[in-house]
């Protein structure tokens, strides 16, 4: 079964240090997105892509995080500096387009800032 | 802004315990609702999802949810757990008239004792 790949799987930095978290989504899903999980809580969107367009980034603080999907296939998610309330887990997910509603996950990638 | 609220963050049960736990969201026009699991150490797994029709939705592994629209609930039910369904449970909502935005809840820790 197709899944959505993420990596790493865990990454520690030190403050003010520049991470990036890389994602594949699954085979022909046009839709990515981007999701923060704070240890407690649900998922909270911060990107979604439609093949290589931005399509809601309104969560997203774009003075330290950035996005691209420059194929519109695989997308990185970098956070330039990191801070300490930046650990989170960094979860991807992916959707078709003839079932845009159902999201498939990735494991995610789980960011501790020290 | 829509929200979703999950009541019970935590809840313990004894194996073949019969389980309910709720959703409630806040979106009065048409929505699409979901419930994902995940499992410890693994990734958030779609469990059921309702878009239309019969507001009671099977899902895996014995699941079942009802859509109550007067109430803005989507409850999540199984009939006799197993220690197998140990896992944190997630609520999550569409609003169709803002795209496939995904708004989860804040999650439902659940562990099933042997």
């Known amino acids: 079964e197709a899944e959505v790949a993420q990596s790493p799987r865990y990454k520690i930095t030190e403050k003010s240090q520049a991470v990036a978290f890389w994602c594949d989504p699954i085979?022909?899903?046009?839709?990515l997105y981007w999701y923060r999980q704070i240890l407690g809580q649900g998922p909270e969107l911060l990107v979604q892509?439609?093949?290589?367009?931005?399509?809601?980034d309104s969560q997203l603080p774009k003075d330290r995080f950035s996005a691209e999907r420059l194929k519109g296939v695989d997308s990185t998610l970098k956070i330039q500096p990191a801070e300490l309330g930046d650990s989170a887990m960094y979860l991807c997910?992916?959707?078709?387009?003839?079932?845009?509603?159902?999201?498939?996950f990735g494991p995610g990638t789980r960011l501790l800032v020290l | 802004a829509q929200s979703v609220s999950q009541h019970n963050h935590h809840v313990i049960l004894s194996e073949a315990a019969s389980l309910e736990l709720g959703c409630n969201y806040s979106?009065?026009?048409?929505?699409?609702l979901f419930w994902y699991v995940q499992y410890p150490g693994q990734h958030l797994q779609l469990l059921l999802k309702?878009?239309?029709?019969?507001?009671l939705v099977k899902g895996i592994k014995g699941f079942e949810a009802e859509f109550i629209k007067s109430k803005f609930s989507f409850n999540l039910r199984k009939p006799s757990v197993q220690w197998s369904d140990t896992a944190e449970y997630f609520c999550a909502v569409i609003n169709n008239n803002a795209g496939n935005m995904l708004t989860f809840g804040g999650g439902t820790r659940l562990m099933v004792k042997p």
């Open positions: 997910a992916s959707s078709s387009r003839t079932s845009e509603e159902t999201q498939y």
């Open positions: 892509f439609q093949d290589e367009s931005v399509v809601d």
């Open positions: 085979s022909g899903h046009a839709t």
């Open positions: 309702y878009f239309s029709g019969d507001p």
């Open positions: 979106y009065g026009g048409t929505v699409n």
